[in-house]
């Protein structure tokens, strides 16, 4: 079994943040829009950098999204960036109507997302939103798992032309994955190879996925961990091949049990190779204040959640 390292906790939105200063320096097309939230977003360096390619909109996203599909027209490449809750349920009609309909190529990118946004609260926790996005023809979703890989999704996005939704986070998490890692949408990464049951994961769960693979092995369990960093387009093929192997699934996200990443892949499989399923996300509900880690744990989505439904797993084959 493959090692993973942590080489330091880092936030996502950071990794977010040093790739906009980068696309900055060698893309003049991109812009950046702001909705108050310059500090949270690490938009500070691009602000700094480029002003007269930044726009700081102020506490109206609707209004964001509206002036973002318009600059796309003269050529310019937007990335907004707020609060995942008001990058996509406050803004939805907006995104609807101006931004997929219409095909324009902005790049929504939604800091603090899931429960781990900690103590602001569930009217602040968003544990929908990528079902919302997912959801619209012509939409790719992204969600990255750590600091470098944040990065180079930034980077990457810039040169697919089409709207996409980038997902990252606000609390320090591990960072494993290789710096110079280049980041190709639609294609989940293969973490470690196994032959009993199938873990994809994506975003802050894949670390505790790689976790989790350290303790079935302990228990004679060999499990393959698959990171599933793009949402849509969904790399089906990647879930196929493993699944043929192993004969079961887990499905591991910090959302909504409905409407995430676990019911794509359940259509996957029911379409192809069905297989038993177990699902690791929010069981249907509402967040609450407390830290990312006490969350994490009450809710579920850690390690040992992912070891318990591999077990379960397993015995339905």
């Known amino acids: 079994m493959k090692k993973y390292t942590n080489t330091g906790n880092k936030d996502t939105r950071s990794g977010f943040g040093a790739g906009l200063t980068e696309l900055g ?3 003049e097309n991109v812009v950046a829009l702001c909705a108050d939230l310059i500090g949270s977003l690490k938009m500070d360096d691009f602000k700094k950098n480029h ?21 796309t027209i003269g050529g310019k490449i937007p990335f907004t960036g707020t609060f995942a809750n008001f990058s996509t349920g406050r803004v939805y009609d907006q995104i609807r109507q101006s931004i997929a309909y219409s095909d324009k190529n902005v790049k929504i990118c939604a800091s603090h997302a899931g429960l781990t946004l900690g103590e602001d609260g569930a009217t602040h926790q968003i544990l929908e939103d990528i079902g919302l996005m997912k959801m619209l023809p012509g939409m790719v979703v992204i969600n990255p798992c750590d ?36 980041f190709v949408i639609g294609k989940a990464i293969l973490l470690n190879e196994g032959s009993d049951v199938t873990i994809v994961a994506t975003g802050h769960l894949v670390w505790e996925a790689l976790l989790a693979a350290e ?14 960093h793009t949402i849509k387009p969904l790399d089906e093929e990647a879930i196929l091949k493993s699944v ?46 407390g830290t ?14 992912i070891i318990n439904a591999a077990e379960k797993a397993i015995k339905r084959k």
């Open 147 to 182: 600091y470098n890989q944040t990065k180079a999704a930034t980077i990457a996005i810039a040169d697919h032309h089409g709207p996409v939704y980038l997902r990252f986070g606000r609390p320090s998490v591990a960072n494993f994955t290789p710096e110079n890692e280049s």
């Open 25 to 27: 320096q060698k893309n």
């Open 292 to 305: 990312p880690a006490q969350l994490m744990e009450k809710y579920g989505l850690n390690a040992e959640a």
């Open 51 to 71: 002003p007269e390619r930044f726009f700081q909109v102020g506490i109206a996203e609707a209004n964001m999204m509206g002036i973002a599909a318009g600059l």
């Open 244 to 289: 043929a192997k192993t004969g079961c699934i887990v499905t591991a996200e910090e959302h909504n049990i409905l409407g995430g990443l676990g019911e794509s892949v359940s259509r996957t499989l029911v379409s192809n190779h069905p297989a038993p399923q177990e699902f690791v996300a929010v069981n249907d509900s509402f967040g609450e204040s």
């Open 215 to 228: 303790k079935l092995e302990e228990k004679g369990i060999s499990a393959e961990v698959i990171n599933i």
